[in-house]
């Protein structure tokens, strides 16, 4: 609370007026000034104020204000600095009401000030929690491979209401979904060297990949079923993993039993039985079954 003891001030419709006696820039803020009341040559530092409330409210070298004005001007004051900074969160990207409201609890404004603030920022369409879904989704899909369902999980996260969310994920169904998918299959399989998984190993790796990316399963499975299975690369992942299980199991088991343990091992890994049944017979040959 401003005192009034030992400032200028008379008694009269407006009890303890204090007179404005300097104002003067602040020099690290030049938008803010200092506010002195007083006599000449024995002014005292009242508040500060920004220029938008000075120029507001008229602030000047002379002006009588009274205790409840000097309070009005500093709740002002307080509002403009909340305002202030959301527009500082503001400038380095788009973001949601929860976020604007998140951090602005964090710099411990006033829950009155928060709300003010907000209610003018989205009248302004500074804040725009349906504009900002459709601004991350086209952002995100553009950046990375990722499907719709991480992102809304992620604009949840943001406080986005699923109506904004369920507008802004409308161009990105399942035919969308498809198209990403076969472009990314195409490319991870021109990386692809010396594979070591049999096909159903690799679809079931590539589903949970796609599904972890935020892919809808039923665009995975149709992207995947689209693709031509690698007979040649099944084969020499099926001979290379055979061959070292072989290396392994044949210090245990031999004959009938060393037949079932691979043909067990190999089924569980994806292969078919029919290419297994083909290596074991290259591989057991002259072995006694």
Known sequence: MLLFTHIDYKEG????????????VQ??????????IGKPGAERFAFSVDEAILVKYGLRKGLELDENE??????????????????????????????????????????????KTIASLKAEKLIDDRAFAEAFARSKTAQTVIGPNKIRQQLLQKGVDAEAIA???????????????????????????????SNEQLKQKRTQQLLAKGFEYEAIQVALANREADEDN???????????????????????????????????????????DRFLHTEMEGEET
């Open 70 to 115: 000097i309070k009005a001007l500093i709740e002002a004051d307080e509002l403009k600095k909340t305002h202030h900074l959301a527009l500082h969160y503001l400038s380095y990207r788009m973001r949601t009401e929860k976020e604007i409201r998140n951090y602005l609890k964090e710099k411990d404004r006033l829950d009155e000030h928060i709300e």
């Open 27 to 36: 020099k690290k803020a030049k938008q803010r000034y200092n506010v002195f």
């Open 234 to 276: 099944e084969w020499e992942a099926l001979v290379y993993q055979g061959e070292k299980l072989l290396k392994s199991y044949v210090k245990k088991y031999n004959g009938r039993e060393l037949t079932y343990k691979l043909k067990q091992a190999l089924y569980r890994k994806g292969f078919a039985l029919s290419k297994i």
């Open 167 to 197: 507008k802004a994920l409308s161009p990105y169904q399942i035919k969308w979904q498809i198209d990403v998918l076969t472009a990314w299959l195409d490319k991870q399989e021109r990386r692809a060297v010396n594979r070591r998984e």
């Open 13 to 24: 419709r407006r009890a303890y007026v204090a007179t404005i006696s300097k104002i003067t």
